[in-house]
């Protein structure tokens, strides 16, 4: 089992910035796959960005150049910086922990981002 608690949400106005953290325990595993996914009011849940155990990561376009995701230096906490947030950056964000070898999934309980204009 994976658990997830997620922070950093929060009311910020358009241009401006927040950083969103999840930190995992549990049996966390050495070789997974970690990403943020956001769920906006009536849209479906959506890829924001992933990271690799091996570091290498993937944006959807939307964020490409504005959201960076990373591991911290004990590598079970992902960060997701969010730079130049627009007023279609607000909705629910919610981690996502893939266990590669065992092939299974968490969810995190999701924190309300939402950007004012």
């Known amino acids: 089992q994976v658990q997830l608690v997620e922070s950093g949400g929060g009311l910020v106005q358009a241009g401006g910035s927040l950083r969103l953290s999840c930190a995992a325990s549990?049996?966390?595993?050495?070789?997974?796959?970690v990403g943020w996914y956001r769920q906006a009011p009536g849209k479906q849940r959506e890829l924001v960005a992933t990271?690799?155990?091996?570091?290498?990561?993937n944006y959807a376009d939307s964020v490409k150049g504005r959201f960076t995701i990373s591991r911290g230096n004990a590598k079970n906490t992902v960060y997701l910086q969010m730079n130049s947030l627009k007023p279609e950056d607000t909705a629910v964000y919610y981690c996502?922990?893939?266990?590669?070898?065992?092939?299974?999934?968490?969810w995190g309980q999701g924190t309300q981002v939402t950007v004012s204009s």
């Open positions: 990271i690799k155990s091996g570091g290498s990561t």
């Open positions: 996502h922990y893939h266990r590669i070898l065992l092939s299974d999934d968490y």
């Open positions: 549990g049996s966390t595993g050495s070789i997974n796959v």
